[in-house]
């Protein structure tokens, strides 16, 4: 087995990532009955013997003794990482996990990338190295971080930078939060432009998320509770926006169910690589088979169900109506629309008891409604992993490798636009020592670039399908 490493950067990153390490917590209790340290446990946690302090030495199997998570909490805020080290999680971290400061970056991208990674950096390296040397084989970062913030679009973009250096050869995979068109940060077009070119040169994969579509999902939810469309008795653990049956004693957070959606698209995401199945997929297939293009690695999600559960008062919805679902825009986390655009690859992971031939049927279904590029008609990647969510007898993750992506970096630049054209709070970034025009000028740039490659792709779209010229090979 492998292991992941979580970095978990701003304050939206660490509540993010606090959901994430609740949540797998109960998914490997459930499955995990005999509270034995096995593999699946040890791709996210370490079991340490915690009877001479912190430092014990990582104890590879047998009872557990104390889990540790593989994790790296940064906030240039203590206010996340302190409630969440006072709260039911302390013990899943130790100090040495964790850097803090106490003024923030102001939602400004060059005080977290210039002036806070350049005074962090040795310290942030030197706890990479460490959580490194506890994993036997690393495959993957994962890096959970906001745009709109300035730890999290800059600092946290400054730690992918640094992880490529230090780790060239383990995959980047990058959660990012994006900001709504009414966000309260003036300044978070700037920092999502900054943020946006890095992650352009320096992630595989990036998962956008946006947070309209996030507000959406657990509206939808509330109401369809409110209506009795789930029965009379909805059980709230059948909920992927719920806390339900947590560590947490506390009252929700406004944003913890919307942090639990995209904490389960990470469950979902990592479930091939913690547990048995009959076709595993390893989060390296994915960025294999997903990016043709280094550059187009922006993959959309969509997760179902986002609420039906087999002891609910309504008929399991059947199997052929999940992959249904994972296609429609209502299950998405991202607000975008797959089905009308080109698709470059599509990865399903299907969790539960689900069988090859349900996949192929179901892909053979969907396939003539969904335009692909001429030359990846047979784009399909797929993974079948035997253990269902908590609550659920199975579940479907499907990430598109899709044109869709475009509006979203378009309306982006607008924005950034409107305040560029004005000069707009520029001083509170220039004044940044290393911080010059140019950054702007590049950061702009390259995402018109993107924007342009994915216009290129849409040309193609509807065309004739036309297998490319083969070498002639003279005998």
Same mark, same amino acid.
């Given at each position: 087995?492998?292991?992941?490493?979580?970095?978990?950067?701003?304050?939206?990153? !660490?509540?993010?990532?606090?959901?994430?390490?609740?949540?797998?917590?109960?998914?490997?209790?459930?499955?995990?009955?005999?509270?034995?340290?096995?593999?699946?446990?040890?791709?996210?946690?370490?079991?340490?013997?915690?009877?001479?302090?912190?430092?014990?030495?990582?104890?590879?199997?047998?009872?557990?003794?104390?889990?540790?998570?593989?994790?790296?909490?940064?906030?240039?805020?203590?206010?996340?990482? !302190?409630?969440?080290?006072?709260?039911?999680?302390?013990?899943?971290?130790?100090?040495?996990?964790?850097?803090?400061?106490? /003024?923030?970056?102001?939602?400004?991208?060059?005080?977290?990338?210039?002036?806070?990674?350049?005074?962090?950096?040795?310290?942030?390296?030197?706890?990479?190295?460490?959580?490194?040397?506890?994993?036997?084989?690393?495959?993957?970062?994962?890096?959970?971080?906001?745009?709109?913030?300035?730890?999290?679009?800059?600092?946290?973009?400054?730690?992918?930078?640094?992880?490529?250096?230090?780790?060239?050869?383990?995959?980047?995979?990058?959660?990012?939060?994006?900001?709504?068109?009414?966000?309260?940060?003036?300044?978070?077009?700037?920092?999502?432009?900054?943020?946006?070119?890095?992650?352009?040169?320096?992630?595989?994969?990036?998962?956008?998320?946006?947070?309209?579509?996030?507000?959406?999902?657990?509206?939808?939810?509330?109401?369809?509770?409110?209506?009795?469309?789930?029965?009379?008795?909805?059980?709230?653990?059948?909920?992927?926006?719920?806390?339900?049956? !947590?560590?947490?004693?506390?009252?929700?957070?406004?944003?913890?169910?919307?942090?639990?959606?995209?904490?389960?698209?990470? @469950?979902?995401?990592?479930?091939? /690589?913690?547990?048995?199945?009959?076709?595993?997929?390893? @989060?390296?297939?994915?960025?294999?088979?997903?990016?043709?293009?280094?550059?187009?690695?922006?993959?959309?999600? &969509?997760?179902?169900?986002?609420?039906?559960?087999?002891?609910?008062?309504?008929?399991?919805?059947? @199997?052929?109506?999940?992959?249904?679902?994972?296609?429609?825009?209502?299950?998405?986390?991202?607000?975008?629309?797959?089905?009308? /655009?080109?698709?470059?690859?599509?990865?399903?992971?299907?969790?539960?008891?689900?069988?090859?031939?349900?996949?192929?049927? !179901?892909?053979?279904?969907?396939?003539?409604?969904?335009?692909?590029?001429?030359?990846?008609?047979?784009?399909?990647?797929?993974?079948?992993?035997?253990?269902?969510?908590?609550?659920?007898?199975?579940?479907?993750?499907?990430?598109?490798?899709?044109?869709?992506?475009?509006?979203?970096?378009?309306?982006?630049?607008?924005?950034?636009?409107?305040?560029?054209?004005?000069?707009?709070?520029?001083?509170?970034?220039?004044?940044?020592?290393?911080?010059?025009?140019?950054?702007?000028?590049?950061?702009?740039?390259?995402?018109?670039?993107?924007?342009?490659?994915?216009?290129?792709?849409?040309?193609?779209?509807?065309?004739?399908?036309?297998?490319? &010229?083969? @070498?002639?090979?003279?005998?």
């Amino acid at each position: 087995m492998t292991q992941s490493v979580v970095v978990q950067v701003g304050q939206c990153g !660490n509540q993010v990532g606090c959901r994430f390490w609740d949540l797998a917590l109960r998914e490997h209790a459930a499955v995990n009955k005999k509270g034995i340290y096995d593999e699946a446990l040890s791709s996210f946690f370490r079991n340490v013997d915690t009877r001479s302090g912190d430092n014990g030495p990582d104890i590879c199997k047998g009872k557990i003794c104390s889990l540790k998570a593989r994790a790296l909490l940064i906030d240039m805020e203590e206010g996340v990482v !302190n409630e969440i080290l006072q709260g039911p999680l302390r013990d899943v971290f130790d100090s040495k996990q964790l850097i803090t400061d106490v /003024s923030g970056s102001g939602n400004n991208w060059a005080v977290g990338h210039k002036i806070y990674g350049c005074q962090y950096r040795e310290n942030i390296v030197e706890k990479l190295r460490k959580t490194a040397e506890h994993c036997d084989c690393l495959q993957c970062f994962f890096i959970i971080h906001s745009m709109g913030g300035g730890t999290g679009s800059g600092l946290g973009t400054f730690v992918l930078n640094l992880l490529e250096e230090e780790f060239p050869e383990v995959y980047r995979f990058v959660t990012s939060v994006y900001p709504s068109g009414e966000d309260d940060v003036i300044t978070s077009p700037y920092n999502s432009v900054l943020a946006m070119k890095e992650l352009n040169e320096h992630a595989d994969c990036v998962l956008p998320i946006e947070n309209e579509s996030l507000f959406e999902i657990v509206n939808k939810i509330h109401q369809m509770i409110n209506s009795g469309k789930l029965g009379s008795t909805v059980k709230q653990n059948s909920l992927v926006t719920s806390s339900a049956g !947590n560590a947490k004693t506390l009252q929700e957070k406004p944003f913890d169910a919307m942090n639990n959606i995209v904490a389960n698209l990470l @469950l979902n995401l990592t479930s091939s /690589s913690r547990f048995e199945g009959s076709l595993n997929m390893d @989060l390296n297939e994915i960025s294999m088979n997903l990016v043709p293009f280094p550059r187009l690695h922006y993959l959309v999600s &969509s997760l179902t169900p986002l609420y039906t559960l087999a002891d609910v008062n309504v008929p399991s919805r059947r @199997l052929d109506q999940m992959f249904s679902d994972a296609f429609s825009r209502d299950h998405q986390l991202i607000q975008a629309d797959p089905k009308h /655009s080109l698709y470059l690859a599509c990865a399903l992971l299907v969790r539960g008891n689900v069988q090859v031939s349900d996949l192929r049927r !179901n892909i053979e279904r969907l396939k003539p409604s969904l335009h692909f590029v001429s030359w990846n008609q047979e784009g399909w990647k797929t993974g079948l992993c035997s253990v269902p969510p908590v609550g659920h007898s199975h579940s479907l993750l499907a990430l598109a490798n899709n044109t869709c992506v475009k509006p979203t970096f378009i309306e982006l630049k607008d924005r950034f636009m409107k305040l560029y054209k004005k000069k707009a709070h520029l001083h509170h970034y220039l004044q940044i020592d290393g911080m010059e025009q140019s950054c702007f000028s590049e950061a702009i740039s390259s995402l018109s670039d993107l924007i342009e490659e994915y216009n290129e792709l849409d040309v193609t779209k509807g065309g004739p399908r036309i297998d490319p &010229s083969r @070498l002639k090979i003279a005998v």
